[in-house]
């Protein structure tokens, strides 16, 4: 069956430090995988996706990034954590031929940024 | 672009029926998703309607109309564990990502 890590679990970080959040998923290949972000009592906000090593889109223009070094793995960056970058961060994984199906979540990143 | 719409509260005791509602503006449309997610939890996948009408899965219902780009998430005899925020979803315009709603608050009372 397919299990979705990700880590840290929380994190607090003052403002200006780097970020580096990490995801990986076990039981599949070639999977589309994403970061979500959910601020405090709001939606779930569609950060980068990638359908291949390599291949990241943006959605939301800002100071983090993504990378995709193997197949199954997802991480994502910041140089400098603004005070905004406070929130939940999900990464998420479909199936390749994804067509509007289900996507599954990982447990989440709570990060606090102080 | 993608935008959705859904309530933001909805209240109800335990054993009713409630219905979340969702209508959304998209430029490619593959299906509505609801996905269910308990505070401080990760979203969980209740549904998805590539075809308009209804889709029945135990207690919960999930309604597409397509022509009127609406549809609805119907929960019944609501239980204290339906507490929780749901979301409705639609498909990026390229089809490789979801857009949520804000998702609706779901408060089930005794």
């Known amino acids: 069956s397919q299990t979705i890590h990700q880590w840290p679990a929380t994190l607090v970080q003052p403002v200006g430090s780097p970020l580096s959040l990490e995801c990986t998923v076990e039981g599949t290949s070639n999977p589309n995988l994403y970061w979500y972000r959910q601020a405090a009592g709001r939606g779930l906000q569609l950060l980068f996706y990638s359908v291949g090593i390599g291949q990241i889109s943006s959605e939301v223009p800002q100071n983090l990034s993504a990378s995709r070094p193997q197949d199954r793995q997802f991480i994502l960056s910041s140089k400098k954590l603004l005070l905004s970058d406070s929130g939940f961060y999900l990464c998420a994984w479909s199936v390749l031929e994804f067509s509007g199906n289900t996507i599954y979540f990982g447990e989440g990143s709570w990060l606090t940024v102080v | 672009g993608q935008s959705l719409e859904q309530p933001s509260e909805v209240t109800a005791v335990e054993g009713a029926i409630v219905q979340i509602n969702c209508t959304y503006q998209t430029s490619g449309f593959y299906g509505l998703s609801w996905y269910q997610q308990h505070d401080g939890g990760a979203p969980t996948f209740l549904s998805y309607?590539?075809?308009?009408g209804l889709e029945e899965t135990g207690r919960f219902s999930s309604f597409l109309s397509r022509s009127d780009s609406y549809g609805y998430l119907l929960l019944q005899e609501l239980q204290m564990k339906d507490s929780a925020s749901y979301f409705c979803?639609?498909?990026?315009?390229?089809?490789?990502?979801?857009?949520f709603g804000k998702g609706t608050t779901l408060s089930v009372s005794s």
């Open positions: 309607n590539a075809l308009d």
């Open positions: 979803a639609v498909t990026n315009q390229a089809g490789t990502a979801l857009i």
